[in-house]
């Protein structure tokens, strides 16, 4: 069996606690100011590709992976306290575009063309990611990095199992579960139930340090990563309306009747 070379994408996004507020502008999300931390879903790659190393497979090099601004870094050095051997940084500092979007804000196709560059300079054969990102929801990279690549994927992962060349995966579906089996080279995305990502201790922390980070740019490359889409408008959701109590099915009927619901 070659040896497992491990790409492990991360993304820096709003902290799943901090609710979030729209800009006054009514563009996007308000960031500044607003605390940040590693994409929970990219967490979940990280500890199962440390943890395929404990089992003791075959794994010669796990890598981090991000683009994003210059606070990015953090979320690589968390990465690399967790277990991850190395870092790369492809700077993308946030500014308006001609057509008002946010430069930073790469969207899925780039970050699949971006990672695909990766994949092939580092000699990767797996490649570990988040299913999604919870800050735009587009589950899309994965499958775009897959398709880019023409390897095969198993997505939102709730168990991985590597023997030799083959790859099992079981992911949850609607009514049971489905098992894939693939040969490396894979795309594998994470869903909730696969792990409990492990909190950084404090030596590890400061071994996470001296770990090589390197920094890049798009031009790097070569990537293309003008924006295809513009968001016109960002609102927050109505107020909730107060629910109401109906006497009997009759009533609960009529209501619903009454609100066009029947």
Sequence with gaps: MSGLRILVPVKRVIDYAV???????????????????????????IEEAVRMRERKLPVEDILAFS???????????????????????????PGKDPQGGEKGDLEPLGVAKLLQKVVQEEKRNMVILGKQSIDDDAM?????????????????????????????????????????RAKLPIIITTD??????????????????????????MEDYGVDSAR????????????????????????????LKELGAL
């Design 67 to 93: 683009a994003g601004p210059a606070k990015a870094q953090d979320i690589l050095r968390t990465a690399m306290a967790m277990g991850a051997d190395r870092g790369i940084h492809v700077v993308v500092e």
């Design 192 to 217: 909730l139930r696969l792990n409990e990502p492990r909190y950084a201790s404090l030596p590890n922390i400061m071994k996470a340090k001296k770990k090589p980070l390197i920094k890049k740019t």
């Design 19 to 45: 609710k979030p507020r729209v800009n006054k502008a009514q563009t996007a999300v308000e960031t500044n100011g607003v605390k940040h931390s590693m994409n929970p879903f990219d967490e979940l790659s």
């Design 228 to 255: 295809r889409l513009r968001t016109v408008k960002v609102q927050e959701p109505p107020p909730r309306q107060g629910g109401g109590k109906v006497e009997d099915v009759d009533g609960m009927i009529a209501k």
């Design 140 to 180: 899309q990279t994965g499958q775009m990095l897959a398709g880019l690549l023409n390897w095969p994927q198993a997505c939102s992962a709730s168990k991985v199992e590597v023997d030799g060349e083959n790859v099992t995966v079981t992911r949850e579906v609607d009514g049971g579960v489905e098992t894939l």
